[in-house]
């Protein structure tokens, strides 16, 4: 019954932005943790963001200061904003949930199916 499906995902040249939504549906009450995942063909899965219900954000460091997450808690509804692309952030990017923070893969408690982003140069 817990789903999580991403969108916004697509092509766009480097310095270009893009705006991921991940919505949530489902017994969502317990997720005070939402976040992003991504993989790059033949890199593991790395972290990128999370924000928690109590307002705490993190960021990898290598999307901080150009990525942006945010919550939208009437339509359940997870965004990251990316400016200024790069092609390293070419990937897969996965939104996850917890009830734990901080988010960490071991602990990402359910997933979404994946949408790309690719940034050309």
């Known amino acids: 019954q817990v789903q999580l499906v991403e969108s916004g995902g697509g092509l766009v040249q480097a310095g270009g932005s893009l705006r991921l939504a991940c919505a949530a549906s489902?017994?969502?009450?317990?997720?005070?943790?939402m976040g992003w995942f991504r993989q790059a063909p033949g890199k593991e899965r790395e972290f990128v963001a999370a924000?928690?219900?109590?307002?705490?954000?993190n960021y990898a460091d290598s999307v901080k200061g150009r990525f942006t997450i945010s919550t939208d808690n009437a339509k359940n509804t997870v965004y990251l904003q990316m400016n200024s692309l790069k092609p390293e952030d070419t990937a897969l990017y996965y939104c996850?949930?917890?009830?734990?923070?901080?988010?960490?893969?071991?602990?990402?408690?359910?997933w979404g199916q994946g949408t790309q982003v690719t940034v050309s140069s």
């Open positions: 489902g017994r969502t009450f317990s997720w005070y943790v």
């Open positions: 996850a949930a917890s009830s734990t923070w901080p988010l960490r893969l071991s602990s990402a408690a359910y």
């Open positions: 924000k928690s219900s109590f307002g705490a954000a």
